[in-house]
């Protein structure tokens, strides 16, 4: 009897096994995407991540015992020579001299205040393995004298050769060693974390210090000349490349539970420690997995809630196309427990294929789909098949089963009451009798609200406050579709009135027809599965889109500008703003200052970022939002407080008059409120002459140093011969602690007496007394709580050791240049007039902020890379990193959700427009014998589906656009499952969102007009028997 029946349907459980097929397919599908993608995200994380999280650095103090040394290695080699957690790891170790200088510093080298430039000289395992020489040869151990090799940067700074020979003194002993230079070298993987064991290798210089190096040289050189008081280091570096997530996170317990590797009692003379960001990683990581799966949360509910509501709308349609013989099977003895038994056999016949099938056809979907380049850009995928994915596919398997079986599992009624129901169908569906709409949107409001309250689909669960995903929170885009598509449900009566009114006002009989029969349907099927699509579509390219502008958003938020340059020692070479200039593609060159700050009196700290303001809206990326809607007014307030410029021309000539030893500088302000530093260059009888840069540059001030001096002795100082006089006004000296009057004998002349504070510092500044104004700051929400104040007040904070009366003009959601944490943004030019008014500070750049024309941009960032002592932060390198695979998998993800709603509601409007015109065939067939043709059936038809499907299209498309902006910009996360900072901003896919809408009322009227081809012979062979025996 099964079969006789299932024959009789033939079609529509044929389309429903395709259905099946499909939602299996994709849910599989994304079981092995979600997979896969994990694993890739994993690799590419792995890959960039710093070298300090995938590796652990041991060190310490190892004094001057070899034996005591060869111990120790030989623990630490046992502790991790196995592993780390089942990861194979390789051991490296390496061994640093201490108190050795150059005995004849030259090239670039920068002695300390002492005169003394340190040199770092040290042995490391297997360098050759690790760089490349790019002159000479590498060292040999034993010979004489002792041979060495230096990384390029180093090479530089000291302006040697291959062949040169270096002479080291060990400052505790005055011993001098000689060494000769044989090779030179760099790095094969700069980012290799085998390099944490050479420091400053990159930039040859320690920062903010006098220590050059590294000088390399064999381990028994080192022990026989260099080892008299050392420190040890040894790097365990576990092989990550093609780990998996638990291996990290296994490989990350193991270290923590190893510590140093080292026994206890022995260990480094007490000093060892082991320092490593495995953990860090790993935790990471957990978290990215856990924000990419609930990111794909969405598009697979989506796909259920399509499937399942197609594959109900066929369980429907085939119910009502059997109701007579079903009614005609109860009244001839046919029990209810029978009847679902054939129902279920039925149904697992229809989903058997889906789940034998979906599994193979998922894994090859995702191979397919990760050839397309554009996944193919942002991910490398290796689908496979696992259990989960056989379970999910079983799992949906059976749901799909439910669904299908579902309609006939319902209490029966008698053969006469079948008979007159199906006569005269209702006009409302069961979803509005119970008013079900309702209920759903009230869960999606529910759901919205508790997203806003929690900003994130995660939350803490199980012990330890492991993240999870939220079902409700992560649910609340999905339940946002359902409800905008089962509430057009209530459009479709007064709809379809408004348009029968309309119709009728023509004599146009088709369009009446048409609209009538819309509002007499016993269910709108179509319209409301085209309301899903397109809802669900637009939700998907919303998301996505959010998602990826977002990403770039952060970029231009961390990066601040196109490309940001951060000196590595701390200040620039004098050269620098016109090197950086005349980079290709360079349109403006930026200094700027960064400084962390206390904020209030709890520790909490941040970070003060200063640049030029009136320059700053054509460099810095500051979206209009973060800047309070203003950006040019923030600009504004920033600079408003910057000095004009001083009535005091910068003198040609004059004479300075000192004590021995001692130094003057002239400071300069630029018409933009740019420093600059002229030294003092007299000859011997005092005299000097100044040349100042084109452009209306001002006299400023004059820093005087001297070698240090005996604390309470005095230093003279006098300048006079000016052929310029001075700016009008009192005159000072400021050091770090002090400020008091200086002399002025006649107005182009100045005289001062500096007595020597107890830090032996001659460093002081003569400047002009009127003290500059308070510094206006915009200030984060973070910042401004921290230091409890409000717009308009002010307070002081101690930037660079100076303390500097600040006041808040304004706030702001994020500074340019950081990661959105707390922070204040000032105006650079009334930072340096502060700093160099208060206590004689001239701060040099730290930084340089770069704009860079658009076709041009890659070319400055190859040019800045090439640059020595820099780091380079690319706003576009950035953003394409941020493009992580966890996030170009889930917009993957969402991608293939919007084809899949397309795909499924094409499937669902096709198998519903042959079921009403099997449906129909009795009542078209009498029309027919009335004298309707079969153009005015077809027409009347299309009038039907181009109704519902037009209602559900737009209907589907508000409800879309809707979700998408209450919900959307509350789902995207960092990959560090943290709210992005600056926040999202809805990215509506207008143009993508009404295609999809287009495209599917466009289907459904093709797929109408297909159906209705046979339409002739159906009326013309008069209406189907009812009742017939199966």
Request: net charge positive; charged share 15%.
């Amino acid at each position: 009897m099964m079969l006789r029946r299932a024959r009789g349907a033939a079609a529509l459980l044929l389309a429903a096994a395709g259905v099946t097929l499909t939602a299996v397919t994709l849910l599989a599908a994304l079981t092995v995407y979600s997979t896969a993608v994990t694993e890739a995200g994993v690799r590419t994380a792995v890959a960039s991540a710093d070298p300090a999280e995938r590796s652990i650095l041991v060190r310490g103090s190892a004094g001057s015992d070899p034996a005591a040394q060869a111990q120790w290695d030989a623990a630490l080699r046992r502790a991790f020579g196995g592993g780390l957690g089942g990861v194979p790891a390789v051991v490296s170790a390496a061994g640093y001299g201490a108190g050795w200088a150059f005995a004849e510093p030259g090239g670039a080298v920068r002695p300390d205040s002492s005169g003394v430039a340190y040199a770092s000289v040290l042995h490391v395992d297997d360098l050759a393995g690790h760089a490349r020489l790019t002159g000479g040869r590498w060292a040999v151990a034993g010979a004489s004298p002792v041979q060495m090799t230096l990384a390029e940067p180093v090479a530089g700074l000291l302006g040697r050769a291959v062949g040169d020979r270096i002479p080291l003194t060990d400052r505790r002993t005055g011993r001098t060693t000689e060494v000769v230079l044989t090779g030179v070298w760099q790095p094969v993987d700069a980012t290799d974390p085998y390099w944490r064991l050479v420091p400053d290798v990159a930039t040859g210089v320690r920062p903010g210090s006098a220590t050059y190096g590294p000088l390399v040289v064999e381990r028994a050189d080192f022990t026989a000349h260099f080892a008299a008081s050392r420190s040890a280091a040894w790097l365990v570096t576990p092989r990550l490349e093609a780990a998996t997530l638990a291996e990290v996170t296994g490989a990350a317990a193991a270290a923590a539970a190893t510590g140093t590797g080292l026994p206890a009692p022995r260990g480094l003379d007490q000093s060892a420690s082991a320092e490593s960001g495995l953990s860090e990683l790993a935790a990471r990581l957990g978290r990215a997995d856990v924000v990419g799966r609930s990111t794909l949360v969405t598009p697979a509910l989506l796909i259920i809630v399509l499937a399942g509501y197609v594959l109900l709308l066929m369980a429907v349609l085939l119910a009502e196309d059997r109701r007579g013989e079903t009614a005609l099977l109860r009244a001839r003895g046919a029990s209810r427990g029978r009847l679902a038994g054939l129902a279920l056999r039925e149904s697992l016949l229809v989903v058997l294929p889906a789940a034998v099938l979906g599994p193979v056809l998922a894994a090859g979907l995702v191979a397919l789909a990760s050839r397309v380049p554009a996944v193919a850009a942002g991910l490398e995928l290796r689908p496979r098949l696992a259990v989960s994915t056989w379970l999910v596919a079983a799992v949906a398997a059976m749901g799909c089963a439910l669904a299908v079986a579902a309609p006939a599992l319902r209490r029966g009624r008698a053969y006469a009451a079948e008979m007159a129901a199906r006569s005269r169908p209702r006009t409302r569906s069961v979803v509005l009798r119970a008013g079900l709409d309702v209920v759903v949107l009230a869960l999606a409001v529910l759901s919205w609200l508790q997203l806003r309250q929690y900003a994130s689909p995660l939350s803490a669960a199980g012990t330890g406050g492991a993240l999870g995903i939220d079902p409700l929170l992560a649910a609340a885009p999905t339940l946002g579709v359902i409800a905008g598509a089962v509430l057009t449900l209530r459009l479709l009566l007064p709809a379809a009135r408004v348009a029968t009114g309309l119709a009728e006002r023509t004599s146009d009989s088709a369009a009446v027809f048409g609209t009538w029969q819309a509002g007499r349907r016993s269910h709108a099927g179509p319209m409301v599965l085209v309301a899903l699509a397109v809802a669900a579509g637009t939700v998907s390219w919303c998301l996505a889109g959010t998602s990826e502008r977002s990403a770039v958003d952060q970029a231009d938020l961390r990066a601040g500008a196109d490309l940001r340059l951060v000196e590595n020692a701390g200040a620039a070479p004098a050269d620098r703003p016109d090197g950086l200039a005349a980079l290709p593609g360079v349109t403006a060159v930026l200094p700027g200052a960064r400084t962390g700050v206390a904020l209030g009196t709890d520790g909490g700290r941040g970070d003060l970022v200063a640049v030029d303001a009136v320059a700053g809206s054509r460099v810095l990326h500051l979206r209009g939002d973060v800047a309070g809607g203003d950006p040019d007014g923030l600009w504004r307030r920033l600079a408003a407080a910057r000095p004009a410029p001083g009535d005091a021309p910068v003198p040609g000539r004059g004479t300075v008059t000192a004590d021995p030893g001692v130094r003057t500088t002239a400071v300069l302000a630029g018409p933009a409120g740019r420093q600059a530093r002229l030294p003092l260059e007299p000859d011997a009888a005092g005299r000097f002459t100044l040349t100042a840069p084109p452009g209306g540059w001002r006299l400023a001030g004059f820093l005087v140093e001297a070698p240090a001096a005996a604390s309470g002795s005095t230093v003279s100082w006098r300048l006079d011969g000016l052929d310029v006089p001075l700016a009008a006004g009192g005159w000072r000296t400021v050091d770090r602690e002090s400020a008091q009057d200086a002399a002025r004998p006649r107005p182009d002349a100045l005289a001062a007496t500096y007595r020597v504070p107890r830090t032996h510092r001659v460093d002081f500044a003569v400047v002009p007394a009127a003290g500059p104004a308070p510094l206006p700051v915009a200030v984060t929400p973070a910042a401004l709580t921290a230091l409890r104040l409000g717009t308009g007040q002010s307070t002081t904070l101690t930037v660079g050791g100076v303390s500097v009366d600040v006041t808040v003009a304004a706030t702001i959601a994020a500074v340019p240049g950081t990661d959105g944490g707390p922070a204040l943004l000032a105006d650079l030019p009334t930072l340096d007039a502060q700093l160099l008014g208060r206590r004689g500070v001239v701060a040099a750049p730290q930084e340089w902020w770069l704009a860079t024309r658009p076709g041009q941009h890659t070319a400055a960032a190859v040019a800045a890379a090439r640059l020595d002592g820099v780091q380079i932060v690319d706003r576009q390198a950035l953003s394409a990193a941020g493009s992580d695979p966890f996030g170009a998998g889930a917009r993957g993800a969402l991608f293939g959700a919007a084809l899949a709603a397309v795909l499924l509601a094409a499937v669902g409007v096709a198998v519903d427009v042959q079921a009403t015109i099997r449906r129909r065939a009795g009542e078209l067939a009498v029309l027919h014998a009335l004298g309707a043709g079969p153009g005015l059936l077809t027409r009347s038809l299309l009038v039907e589906q181009s109704l519902l499907a037009g209602i559900g299209a737009l209907a589907g498309l508000v409800a879309g656009v809707l979700v998408a902006i209450a919900v959307v910009p509350l789902l995207v996360l960092t990959p560090a499952a943290a709210r992005p900072v600056p926040a999202p901003l809805p990215d509506v896919e207008w143009l993508r969102a009404a295609g999809t809408g287009v495209l599917l009322v466009a289907l459904a009227l093709a797929l109408t007009a297909l159906a209705a081809l046979g339409l002739h012979r159906r009326v013309a062979a008069g209406p189907p028997a009812e009742g017939r025996e199966p």
